[in-house]
């Protein structure tokens, strides 16, 4: 289950229904599915078979037009130099959205100056609207496994603001 917090204000929710609202009050998304069809050890194909309905219908919603599976662990090559690009302040010119499988990760978000994390983990779907300045990085286990969607088959580029935001956090 998701963490959210609000640094500025120690404000911190872990409760579903209070979660997607404050979400929602920002623009993005949130919805927890569930993780009972295939095994931790499933491969990307039957991961994308298994949940094939959800995948669809978020197409048809978003406009994505394709989708994958990405598994991020410790002994993943050049690990830290891909973390080292979505870990500053940025923004992308399609939405980001993942159905987190495995693992767990924080996207800290900055919206009109506000800022908020959000930690997902199993079972929590996140959409994070194009436009949206925000970045990313792993919890200490520097493990995710996620469904991504994109709204164009070639993907999304990091559009760096340099606001430096993302250092204080």
Known sequence: MAVLRFPETDQKFENEAAIRGELAALGIDYERWTLDRVGADASAEDVLKAYAGEIDEMKRRGGYVTADVIDVNP???????????????????????????????????????????????????????????????????????????????????????????????
């Not at 779907?125 to 496994?145: A, N, Q, S, Y």
């Not at 709204?151 to 999304?156: D, E, L, T, V």
């Open 75 to 169: 002994a993943t090559p050049n690990l830290d130099a891909m973390l080292a690009k979505f870990d500053k302040e940025h923004t992308h010119s399609e939405d980001e959205v993942r159905f987190i499988l495995a693992g767990r990760g924080i996207f800290f978000l900055n919206i009109k100056g506000k800022v908020a994390s959000v930690e997902v983990g199993p079972g929590d779907m996140l959409r994070v609207p194009k436009g949206t300045t925000h970045w990313f990085t792993l919890c200490e286990d520097r493990r995710i496994r996620a469904i991504r969607w994109f709204q164009q088959i070639a993907g999304w580029t990091p559009e760096y603001t340099g606001s430096g935001v993302d250092k204080n956090y």
